[in-house]
């Protein structure tokens, strides 16, 4: 069963530029999804409505059955969903670990050892104590991707949305990033998200949607495992 579901999902502007029209997508736990697609096609639009921060303004969409418009926006974030961004996004003067607590801390739930679980996660995305407890300045790009990560995993959300999570490192870093995006997929049963311009990203994917610009349709990918 889908844990996500789109059906004719439809988003115009104010100013009338309509950028998507008619997407119907599936989305199930345990499998790596990439959304690909031109400059302009909508991805970062459509990652935004799948996170609840944009409504779409035709179709529904469905989080485990349920109109997430008719879901709390802010338990549905801070709950279900984890968002890793291109630019990271942490707090440059706190340390890797207490940037993962700081999220723990915001997302209302109740955790016996913060500080012990931020631990645990950021060993799972391969940071060990003495990176956990560098600040973020003192930490390279792909190290601050996988604090990042940690911090979306940090309320044990079902989903995770990554929007370019790999733009700014080498090849050898993405590589890394997207073992664990895989091993969340794959071992943990998370169902992963990623917009990307990388096709080296989409080979990694269980999936592809496609989405190309004006009359957008998404086209569904197979890749062969």
């Avoid at 400059?39 to 469905?62: C, F, N, Q, V």
């Avoid at 790009?141 to 309320?155: D, K, M, N, T, Y």
């Amino acid at each position: 069963m889908s844990i996500l579901s789109l059906t004719n999902i439809g988003y115009q502007y104010a100013k009338g530029e309509k950028v998507i029209d008619g997407l119907s997508y599936e989305f199930e736990q345990g499998k790596v999804y990439a959304i690909v697609g031109r400059s302009g096609a909508g991805k970062t639009t459509l990652l935004s409505m799948l996170s609840g921060l944009a409504t779409p303004t035709e179709g529904t969409i469905l989080f485990e059955g349920q109109d997430i418009q008719k879901i709390d926006r802010y338990k549905y974030r801070s709950a279900y969903v984890g968002v890793v961004f291109q630019q990271f996004n942490l707090l440059p003067h706190l340390t890797a670990v207490e940037n993962v607590e700081l999220s723990m801390r915001a997302s209302n739930k109740a955790i016996k050892d913060r500080r012990q679980k931020a631990l645990g996660l950021l060993e799972k995305v391969r940071l060990d104590e003495s990176l956990a407890q560098r600040r973020i300045l003192k930490l390279s790009g792909g190290e601050q991707q996988r604090v990042a990560i940690a911090r979306a995993l940090s309320f044990e959300p079902n989903i995770i949305l990554a929007d370019e999570p790999t733009g700014n490192l080498d090849l050898a870093t993405q590589e890394e990033i997207m073992n664990i995006f895989s091993d969340l997929a794959h071992h943990e049963n998370k169902c992963v998200i990623i917009v990307t311009h990388s096709p080296e990203v989409a080979k990694v994917a269980d999936a592809i949607y496609e989405l190309t610009p004006l009359k957008i349709r998404g086209k569904k990918k197979q890749i062969q495992t």
